[in-house]
T-cell receptor
């Protein structure tokens, strides 16, 4: 039973446009959500996070939106750049420093 | 370097052999985690160390898997009598433990291939 789901295995976007990556979760106890970016042969790199008490967090070109009632979060990248091409993982946890629960990832390709 | 360091980066071994994977967390990080990523899958939690508390071993897939963390720093993940299904990338992460929301920072992983 997957508690964190990324239903789009891949996404292609033109350079300069907005990339929107989606994530759904089922566990209502999750209170901290993170997005990681992963290049081949490297470990995941932390991008941005959001606490359940917020509905939006922005860091430069990256914005994460949280809709608790829908148990849905999304990552917006604008403008998208070719260097953003990677696999993006959504992750969540329920409290403290407990282990993260990951989605299966979405492969983003930004086309020049 | 200042990041999480894992060794070896690649390991190829025969079925039935034991393997040891090493993780050096970021200095000062008291929480340490092991995950693995099988082909086409997300990251799967294995084991978690938090300060001096007993580790959370709930993610270990079988009793062939064990891990230690010595001196609150370096950790070793051991897989005994390896099987082909153990082939995966094993990732280590660490984080601060200050009661707030702190992201986990990952190493580049060990790619384990069982022949």
């Amino acid at each position: 039973d997957q508690q964190v789901k990324q239903n789009s295995p891949s996404l292609s976007v033109q350079e300069g446009r907005i990339s929107i990556l989606n994530c759904d979760y089922t566990n209502s106890m999750f209170d901290y959500f993170l997005w990681y970016k992963k290049y081949p042969a490297e470990g995941p790199t932390f991008l941005i996070s959001i606490s359940s008490i917020k509905d939006k967090n922005e860091d430069g070109r990256f914005t994460v939106f949280l809709n608790k009632s829908a148990k849905h979060l999304s990552l917006h990248i604008v403008p998208s750049q070719p260097g953003d091409s990677a696999v993006y993982f959504c992750a969540a946890r329920d409290s403290g420093n407990t282990p993260l629960v990951f989605g299966k990832g979405t492969r983003l390709s930004v086309i020049a | 370097g200042a990041g999480v360091s894992q060794s070896p980066s690649n390991k190829v071994t025969e079925k039935g052999k034991d393997v040891e994977l090493r993780c050096d967390p970021i200095s000062g990080h008291t929480a340490l985690y092991w995950y693995r990523q099988s082909l086409g899958q997300g990251l799967e939690f294995l084991i978690y160390f938090q300060g001096n508390s007993a580790p959370d071993k709930s993610g270990l897939p079988s009793d062939r898997f064990s891990a230690e963390r010595t001196g609150g720093s370096v950790s070793t993940l051991t897989i005994q009598r390896t099987q082909q299904e153990d082939s995966a990338v094993y990732l280590c992460a660490s984080s601060l433990q200050d009661g707030g929301n702190q992201p986990q920072h990952f190493g580049d992983g060990t790619r384990l291939s069982i022949l």
